[in-house]
Nanobody, 123 residues
Framework: QVRLVESGGGLVQAGDSLTLSCTTS????????MGWFRQAPGKEREFVSA????????YYADSVKGRFTISRDNGKNTVYLQMSRLRSDDTAVYYC????????????????WGQGTQVTVSS
């Protein structure tokens, strides 16, 4: 059974930093591209960042470029999202996802999803 479990969310103030983790099991982590998506209340799920299987290639939404950093540790089956200079519009549930395809911004390309972790940024 494939499981993706996000952690690290919480309530922070604008300008603070936070690191999310997503630990996987039941899949060959090192062969999967990993992505982070988020969904704010009343809005559609949107792409945040993605990383290829080796960690060499990373991709970011324009809204987070320069503030967020994605990374992975294939030995720990874990992908991370370091978030800095957080803003109120970063408030959302953050989901990690796994794909056997090349890293994509389209949620439909991802096969496996976690349950999400809430990030709330107060201004």
């Amino acid at each position: 059974q494939v499981r993706l479990v996000e952690s690290g969310g919480g309530l922070v103030q604008a300008g603070d930093s936070l690191t999310l983790s997503c630990t996987t099991s039941g899949l060959t982590f090192s062969t999967h591209a990993m992505g982070w998506f988020r969904q704010a209340p009343g809005k559609e799920r949107e792409f945040v960042s993605a990383i290829n299987w080796s960690g060499v290639n990373t991709y970011y939404a324009d809204s987070v470029k320069g503030r967020f950093t994605i990374s992975r540790d294939n030995g720990k089956n874990t992908v991370y999202l370091q978030m800095s200079r957080l803003r109120s519009d970063d408030t959302a549930v953050y989901y990690c996802a796994a794909s056997l395809q090349y890293p994509q911004a389209r949620a439909a390309e991802y096969t496996y999803w976690g349950q999400g972790t809430q990030v709330t940024v107060s201004s």
